[in-house]
């Protein structure tokens, strides 16, 4: 008898052992939960406003971003150094809105946590949040969207030679917890984008709306959608600004500081290339001088259009009548 009560002693203390070890280890995540805490000079209208928050790993690499609502929004994340950061523009119509800006840092050990951000329009243009290539003067650079047939020298625009696209919209996209790189997208938190832009069919265009440069340890990622069509409608075609401002270029994507205008601006290029048509000539109602018997007589075209190809054969419709021919 003796022998069970020891027995059973000492599995209700190794029990025990393994309970209190448990109990000690800590979470390898933390509950984050934001807290916008004001937002200087306005109210905090997430109806009428566009409010979008982001946590940043820059050791890993990893994001979080979400569209936020009038309520708290909670993120459960890896332990780590996370940076935390704001962006509201006070309508929802991004053009002509006012920007503010708000950032914070945690160390995250298991323990939940609130962050509080206070967002103000001149924290938008420190360090955190805006490279100092992209002020002018202590303002925000305006952006120029570019929608280019090809890429012309660096410090180039598109307006000689615009691309195909009629009409565009800056994106800013919801992610769930992913690489900066390979983002995984959140099709429930929504995006927040500016108005549509028709281009008229010009290559370059000038939009209303703030964007800061971000940071490394802030980064704003966003893209260009191109459409085919007027009104943002037709086929689409996306351009991913990966590291926002700060993103390298590509074959099909520039971010050019242009500082030889005044005010300075930021000028975002993408391609899109000008598919040409096949020229097209009309002799409809044209008339000609018979000219001498055996000379080729000369009838200019009622239209002609190269639309920018060269023209190296043509063919004939209707068929000539027997013994006529074109050369």
Not at 107 to 121: F, K, M, P, V, Y
Not at 167 to 176: K, T
Not at 257 to 279: E, G, H, K
Not at 309 to 317: F, H, L
């Amino acid at each position: 008898m003796t022998e069970k009560l020891h027995m059973l002693r000492l599995i209700l203390f190794t029990a025990l052992l393994c309970l209190l070890g448990a109990c000690g280890q800590k979470s390898q995540v933390t509950k984050t939960e934001f807290v916008i805490a004001g937002i200087s000079g306005a109210a905090t209208d997430t109806v009428n406003g566009a409010l979008m928050i982001t946590a940043y790993n820059p050791g890993t690499k990893q994001i979080v971003r979400k569209k936020m609502g009038a309520s708290a929004q909670d993120l459960t994340l890896p332990n780590g150094l996370w940076y935390f950061s704001a962006l509201y523009w006070d309508q929802s119509a991004l053009e002509g809105a006012i920007l503010r800006c708000g950032l914070a840092k945690e160390d995250l050990n298991g323990s939940e946590i609130s962050i509080n951000l206070s967002l103000t329009q001149d924290d938008c243009k420190n360090e955190d949040f805006n490279n100092s290539n992209f002020l002018d003067a202590s303002n925000l650079q305006q952006i120029k969207v570019n929608q280019c047939n090809v890429f012309g020298a660096l410090a180039d625009s598109c307006a000689l030679a615009p691309g195909s696209a009629q009409s565009f919209e800056i994106v800013f996209r919801s992610f769930d917890l992913s690489p900066l790189d390979t983002p995984a997208l959140d099709p429930l938190a929504g995006e927040i984008k500016s108005a549509c832009v028709d281009t008229a069919g010009l290559g370059e265009i000038e939009s209303d709306t703030l964007l800061p440069s971000g940071s490394t340890n802030a980064p704003i990622p966003f893209l260009i959608r191109t459409f085919a069509d007027p009104n943002c409608t037709g086929s689409s075609t996306t351009f991913n600004f990966k590291a926002g401002l700060l993103s390298v270029d590509s074959a099909t994507t520039r971010i050019h500081d242009f500082q030889a205008s005044a005010p300075d601006v930021t000028r975002i290029l993408v391609i899109n290339s000008v598919t040409p048509q096949a020229p097209l000539l009309d002799y409809a109602g044209a008339t000609g001088t018979s000219g001498t018997v055996g000379v080729a007589m000369s009838v200019a075209p009622t239209i002609l259009n190269a639309n920018g190809a060269p023209i190296t054969n043509c063919d004939i419709s209707p068929s000539l009548p027997l013994g006529l021919s074109i050369n």
